[in-house]
């Protein structure tokens, strides 16, 4: 059967264009369509249940996105060579899509669905989830499935003042804002993003300028819709009891509304809370509540709900008393762990977090091997978030998708406050040990602290708040909530993240639990976020204002030195040998990455000697002597025919001083001029152009005597009167003075030397001994 392919085109503007196509691939899913930017496809799928689960008040929504590595034309790392388990920046593209799917779909819509999105052809110069958003959105609208409200997302970058829709990486590398925002074609749904210290009105402008966007990508969407109509399934809408509701409410109503208004810590209110829900339950019989248990909870929260969002509306009272703006107390103490290399605790009323930092070198980088990208991390930030931070006990199952979100909303909201000459690799860790409301922005705090206090360059202090958001669209009523708890941000209707410096923000948040959030809203939320964060942020450097000097005594120092490409073999020797036994010898760590041809060298370790020991020997390995320059060295060995010396500036750099070197006048003996140990100047002379070998010279620094008359050269000269020819023998090297007395090997007599040598075994001494 030939597929009926049905395709529609975005034009962006600039000469790029997104295809969706629908038709040709996945056609058993519930809708599927083929997106592709450049060379990049993605292929998007969904899949709902007809009916709902007994007993299930939520909706099940599952969002996947994953990248094949065969999409770059690449293998899996590892043993098995195959995808497996989802890397961090997938599970943080399926959070991007889920966070704005999830408020639209019906409130009464409870049906399992499933949308998986993949990468299936990988463009160097298209970031694909970018795109993954609206993969989602094409897909179900090709479905029956009752979603209604279609959507898109987009990344915007700033390049030179001129904002960008999708940027390459090139252009995102250049860029101070990386956002995706994710919309409706009638309000902006979702924000996530990073920026290097931009002021609200610009994050503002950005936005809007995302949303137009936007808006053209879901008119394709309807067009592609209207082409496929194959309408809305009908659905079982949940149940509902009107007469219950009115009798739970009646119970608990006025209850609830008077205990949101007594100003009651988290666990106080909780108490009082199910107290009130106990009360309600026993109001109804076993049968009713076997019958109408499920509904009778469901009214329970919703009143509730009501309750505490009504307070705030119509007393402008909070479930702790605070007003609108205000913060809760903060105290900080840094320090606080003695062995780590920077520590720091933060608290803001009963949510606390202990950030760590950990010093290391390139070596402890992580690295990020996906289809998509390649590259190292020498910032990153982890995020835990125990049971016991809420007062629960569960299992562990392994890092959450939510802590994953949440560690890398502190990691951008910090990175790019890191100073360019930091030479380390950091990781902060986060352990949240108390929640309620923003941990993620009191990983952000504590992570400053912890930073300045193990003495990383950062540029300025960053802080960061949650706003929240109560509305009533009935009545038009809306509040904005600074430094939100964990209650508000379950009942309100949105959890809008901000960090920043004193001077810009530098990464954001957004979730919108309602059909979406008016621009008047947002702006009100930004510029009250910077109040509340400017607050923090003056409690935060009253603890430590800036980055301490120097780190801290038992924290590793990180030396950086650089050396030609050709000595990079030389100091890791023959199998690794030289650079282990340094590492051993000093208690160093040595990591030498080549750039440019030049061998770049990190040296860390605590003890200040160790690291010199290191220094002095990669200068003893890159030394070169210049021709004509005066060297101090030490003679380390004495031989009959000269003496080795040591270049005291590089040691282990060892050359011959011959004994015609030593003095003017003529030396029959080495130890007449040097002795083990002493230590004098020489000049080197170069490469001897006889023996092919470094010349140094110790006479060439000393006067001539008096009446000194220069030697003629060994071939103009004759023999000496007696038959002593004395010198350098034409068939050997120079003479040595091992004796005196041997009158009987000078005699002419004794016929010619070579056959006397060639009856005699040689002495073999070693390899490191210079040879004359």
Same mark, same amino acid.
């Given at each position: 059967m030939i597929p009926n392919v049905i395709t529609e085109t975005i034009d962006l503007g600039d000469g790029r264009t997104i295809s969706i196509e629908t038709g040709k691939l996945a056609k058993q899913a519930d809708g599927s369509v083929v997106i592709r930017m450049g060379n990049a496809m993605l292929l998007g799928t969904v899949v709902a249940a007809k009916t709902a689960n007994p007993g299930v008040d939520f909706l099940p929504l599952t969002v996947d996105y994953r990248e094949k590595f065969a999409a770059a034309g690449r293998f899996p790392g590892g043993f098995f060579k195959r995808e497996a388990r989802p890397s961090d920046a997938e599970v943080l593209t399926m959070r991007l899509v889920d966070r704005v799917l999830r408020p639209l779909f019906p409130d009464d819509y409870h049906c399992e669905t499933q949308v998986m999105i993949q990468l299936m052809s990988h463009d160097e110069e298209v970031m694909p989830d970018a795109l993954a958003g609206l993969a989602a959105s094409a897909a179900l609208a090709v479905s029956d499935v009752p979603f209604y409200t279609l959507i898109s997302e987009v990344r915007?970058?700033? /390049?030179?003042? +001129?904002?960008?829709?999708?940027?390459?990486?090139?252009?995102?590398?250049?860029?101070?804002?990386?956002? *995706? !925002?994710?919309?409706?074609?009638?309000?902006? @749904? *979702? /924000?996530?993003?990073? *920026?290097?210290?931009?002021?609200?009105?610009? *994050?503002?402008?950005?936005?809007?300028?995302?949303?137009? @966007?936007?808006?053209?990508? !879901? =008119? /394709?969407?309807? %067009?592609?819709?209207?082409?496929?109509? %194959?309408?809305?399934?009908?659905?079982?809408?949940?149940?509902?009891?009107?007469?219950?509701? $009115?009798?739970?409410?009646?119970?608990?109503?006025?209850?609830?509304? @008077?205990?949101?208004?007594?100003?009651?810590?988290?666990?106080?209110?909780?108490?009082?809370?199910?107290?009130?829900?106990? =009360?309600?339950?026993? $109001?109804?019989? +076993? +049968?009713? !509540?076997?019958?109408?248990?499920?509904?009778?909870?469901?009214?329970?929260?919703?009143?509730?709900? +009501?309750?505490?969002?009504?307070?705030i509306l119509d007393l402008g009272i909070r479930l702790d008393g605070r007003k609108t703006t205000e913060i809760r107390p903060i105290w900080s103490e840094i320090d606080y762990l003695p062995s780590a290399h920077g520590s720091a605790v933060f608290t803001r009323g009963e949510t606390q977090a202990l950030a760590t930092v950990t010093l290391g070198t390139s070596r402890e980088a992580n690295v990020i091997d996906l289809p998509s990208e390649q590259g190292e991390e020498r910032f990153y930030l982890h995020y835990n978030f125990p049971p016991f931070s809420t007062g629960e006990a569960k299992p562990l199952r392994g890092t959450s998708r939510r802590e994953v979100g949440h560690g890398n909303l502190a990691q951008r909201a910090l990175k790019n406050m890191i100073s360019e000459e930091n030479p380390y690799t950091v990781r902060v860790v986060s352990e949240v040990l108390e929640s309620n409301g923003s941990s993620s922005m009191a990983t952000v705090c504590a992570g400053t602290l912890a930073l300045m206090d193990a003495g990383v360059k950062m540029k300025k202090p960053v802080s960061g708040i949650a706003m929240g958001l109560i509305s009533d669209d009935a009545t038009g009523r809306w509040a904005v909530l600074s430094d939100i708890l964990g209650d508000e941000d379950h009942l309100g209707d949105m959890d809008f993240k901000v960090t920043g410096t004193a001077d810009g923000i530098t990464a954001c948040q957004m979730d919108i639990k309602i059909e979406g959030l008016r621009y008047d809203i947002m702006e009100k939320a930004l510029e009250q976020a910077k109040e509340g964060r400017l607050h923090i942020l003056g409690k935060l450097t009253e603890v430590i204002a800036e980055p301490r000097e120097t780190v801290k005594r038992h924290a590793p120092k990180i030396i950086m030195t650089t050396i030609p490409g050709q000595y990079i073999g030389a100091l890791i020797g023959p199998g690794g040998k030289v650079i282990q036994e340094l590492q051993k010898a000093s208690g160093t760590t040595i990591v030498i990455n080549e750039v440019n041809e030049q061998g770049e060298v990190e040296i860390l370790g605590t003890s200040p000697e160790g690291i010199e020991m290191v220094l002095r020997k990669i200068d003893s390995i890159v030394f070169k002597p210049v021709v004509g320059e005066t060297y101090e060295v030490k003679v380390i060995k004495l031989l009959d025919f000269g003496a080795v010396v040591e270049y005291l500036a590089a040691p282990g750099n060892e050359v011959l001083l011959h004994v015609s070197e030593l003095a003017w006048e003529r030396t029959e003996n080495v130890t007449d001029v040097v002795n083990m140990g002493d230590v004098f100047n020489v000049k080197y002379i170069g490469i001897d152009p006889k023996t092919k070998k470094e010349k140094v010279s110790r006479k060439a620094l000393l006067p001539k005597p008096e009446g000194y008359k220069e030697r003629a050269p060994r071939e103009d000269r004759g023999p000496r009167e007696g038959g002593d020819r004395g010198g350098f023998r034409n068939d050997r090297g120079p003479r040595d003075n091992r004796g005196n007395g041997r009158d009987d090997r000078n005699s002419r007599d004794r016929g010619p030397r070579q056959e006397r040598r060639d009856d005699r075994p040689r002495e073999d001494k070693g390899n490191d001994t210079p040879q004359e």
């Open positions: 915007v970058g700033r /390049v030179n003042g +001129e904002f960008i829709i999708n940027p390459s990486k090139a252009q995102l590398a250049e860029s101070d804002i990386d956002m *995706m !925002i994710g919309a409706s074609a009638d309000s902006v @749904a *979702m /924000v996530e993003g990073e *920026m290097k210290e931009i002021s609200e009105a610009e *994050m503002v402008e950005a936005i809007k300028f995302a949303h137009e @966007a936007i808006k053209k990508q !879901i =008119e /394709v969407q309807e %067009k592609l819709r209207a082409a496929v109509n %194959k309408g809305f399934r009908e659905y079982e809408p949940e149940a509902t009891d009107d007469e219950v509701k $009115a009798k739970v409410y009646e119970l608990c109503y006025d209850k609830y509304f @008077a205990i949101a208004q007594e100003s009651s810590a988290k666990s106080e209110r909780s108490e009082k809370f199910s107290v009130v829900k106990e =009360e309600v339950l026993a $109001a109804f019989t +076993e +049968e009713e !509540i076997l019958e109408k248990g499920e509904l009778i909870k469901k009214y329970l929260y919703k009143a509730q709900k +009501e309750a505490v969002r009504n307070v």
